[in-house]
């Protein structure tokens, strides 16, 4: 564990696990279906790669890089889309694939956005889900597992670009983001 983690809350076997049930869901509920993942750059393409893998349907695999921390710890609630999908999903099943819903602006947004070019769905999965924050109603379909209200980096989660390679889920050490 590296210095500027308190205590680690996922390790990396407990991830895999999550992601095996997570993964076994999905393949149920959309066997012989036409399904796109969206990854939501940057924070769950460690989660995305595992994921798609494990659910081993076929299936179209697309990128949106949306962004509200800037380089703080809370959300400004502001979206910027820096990077669209590059397909059209009218009468496509969607499923979003995220790391974390914390305040929920993120999601309520982009599952609005997409669900306005006409696909037959759009649902949501999120490894980690913090339901102690939210300020929208968002509902994830597919959720990992709840958490409190603490900052958590690692697999792909990040403070200030910082912290996502690490393949396990730990507890920040406040010092490091109120210094
Ligand atoms: C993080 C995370 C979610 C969002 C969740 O992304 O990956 O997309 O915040 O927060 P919310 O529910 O309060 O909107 P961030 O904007 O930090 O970008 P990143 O994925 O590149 O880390």
Redesign the pocket.
């Known amino acids: 564990m590296i210095g500027d983690v308190e205590r680690i809350l996922y390790t990396e076997e407990q991830i895999n696990i999550i992601c095996d049930e997570l993964a076994d869901k999905i393949r149920r509920d959309y066997s012989g279906r036409e399904l796109i993942f969206v990854c939501?750059?940057?924070?769950?393409v460690l989660f995305f790669s595992d994921l798609v893998r494990k659910v081993g349907l076929p299936c179209r695999l697309e990128f949106m890089?949306?962004?509200?921390?800037g380089s703080g710890t809370v959300?400004t609630g502001k979206i910027n889309i820096r990077k669209d999908i590059g397909c059209d999903i009218a009468g496509k099943d969607v499923l979003i694939v995220?790391?974390?819903?914390?305040?929920?602006?993120?999601?309520f947004y982009i599952k609005e956005y997409l669900e306005g070019r006409s696909p037959a769905s759009v649902k949501i999965c999120t490894l980690f889900d913090k339901p102690v924050?939210r300020?929208k109603p968002?509902y994830a379909d597919y959720s990992g597992s709840v958490v409190d209200d603490q900052f958590i980096v690692g697999f792909?989660?990040?403070y200030d670009e910082r912290y996502r390679y690490l393949p396990y889920v730990g507890v920040l050490r406040p010092e490091v983001y109120s210094s």
């Open positions: 939501m750059l940057k924070g769950s890089e949306v962004s509200s921390y959300s995220e790391d974390i819903v914390d305040t929920g602006n993120t999601l924050r300020q968002v792909g989660l990040d």
